[in-house]
């Protein structure tokens, strides 16, 4: 297995392995999540006993713990271990998640992506493995959820239930599908998806193109995981176990593209003042962090002009040097 790529970058840490020049997974960790593993000293506010779970909660933030511990009071304190941070989904924010922690536990950091097993640790003035092995597309994929493969494409999407994944194409059903669940279990693996995903395939009748459609994804998607058969409709359904955000999960919001933004700063070439131009919404995530932009003004030795400009997407944002 390759080694893990690391970055600390500015307002996060981004990890990528990469496989014969393409990044076949890839992680990111804002600065400010709330890290599985973590272990913290929690009030429980509420008991739920019928699901067997309680609401926790402590100075910054909360979570929902299960198993319910029997004996522990409505207002007692408890050490809980976090097992996934809040996710953040449109009209339907999700708590953090958390476990009783052990009895000889004590109140620490989770591990971060940055101690990987291997990991090789990067910095802004080396050579940008991550961009020469497609960072960029990554980001792209995340935002957009297109991912092309040869004779089709798959469209990611996020619901409240689970990651839908569609396949569509100009290949016959049957190739159609197998390359179309080789493409979505490499997809699953290089954008971080989790917990339940559901992939659509073209409906095939054929028991043993359907068997072989599933084999496609156990060879190319990393263990552990669960999953279905593909049943007569072409559904095949996943679950991974979930202790962060998903790439397109982070890149359905601002600040990720802020940052990404800054890192484009870091790594523009030239010498004077960098002019950073994007979308609005981005320019003032970037405004609102004047510490990410010293950092970066550090970087360069350089100062940071920001430019909004209305007709860019979202993640379109590029970076000018004043003398290339």
Avoid: Y
């Amino acid at each position: 297995m390759a080694d893990w790529i690391v970055e600390r970058g500015i307002g996060e840490v981004r990890a990528a392995r990469i496989v014969d020049g393409d990044i076949v997974e890839a992680r990111i960790e804002p600065d400010d999540a709330l890290r599985a593993g973590t272990i913290v000293a929690a009030r429980l506010v509420r008991r739920l006993p019928v699901r067997n779970e309680g609401i926790v909660a402590w100075d910054d933030g909360e979570a929902l713990l299960r198993p319910l511990p029997r004996t522990v009071t409505e207002g007692a304190t408890l050490l809980v271990e976090i097992t996934r941070p809040a996710l953040s989904e449109p009209g339907k924010p999700k708590r953090a998640r958390a476990r009783p922690a052990a009895p000889d536990a004590q109140p620490c950091d989770g591990p971060s992506i940055a101690d990987l097993p291997g990991a090789r640790l990067v910095g802004p003035f080396d050579r940008d493995l991550l961009g020469d092995a497609g960072w960029p597309l990554l980001i792209e994929e995340a935002t957009t959820g297109h991912v092309a493969f040869p004779g089709g494409a798959l469209s990611i999407a996020l619901t409240p239930a689970m990651t839908l994944i569609d396949i569509d194409g100009d290949l016959a059903p049957a190739a159609l599908a197998i390359a179309g669940a080789r493409a979505a279990a490499a997809a699953i693996a290089r954008l971080d998806i989790a917990g339940s995903i559901g992939i659509d395939l073209p409906t095939v009748n054929d028991k043993a193109v359907r068997q072989a459609t599933a084999e496609a994804v156990d060879a190319i998607l990393p263990q552990p995981f669960e999953r279905t058969a593909v049943n007569g409709f072409g559904f095949l359904q996943i679950v991974r176990r979930r202790s962060r955000a998903s790439l397109p999960e982070l890149f359905a919001h601002v600040p990720a593209h802020a940052r990404a933004l800054l890192r484009q700063a870091e790594r523009t070439g030239g010498s004077g003042e960098r002019t950073l131009a994007a979308h609005p919404a981005v320019i003032a995530a970037v405004a609102a962090r004047p510490d990410w932009i010293a950092a970066v003004e550090r970087t360069l030795g350089a100062s940071l002009a920001l430019r909004a400009e209305s007709g860019l997407a979202i993640s379109a944002g590029h970076v000018q040097a004043r003398f290339p």
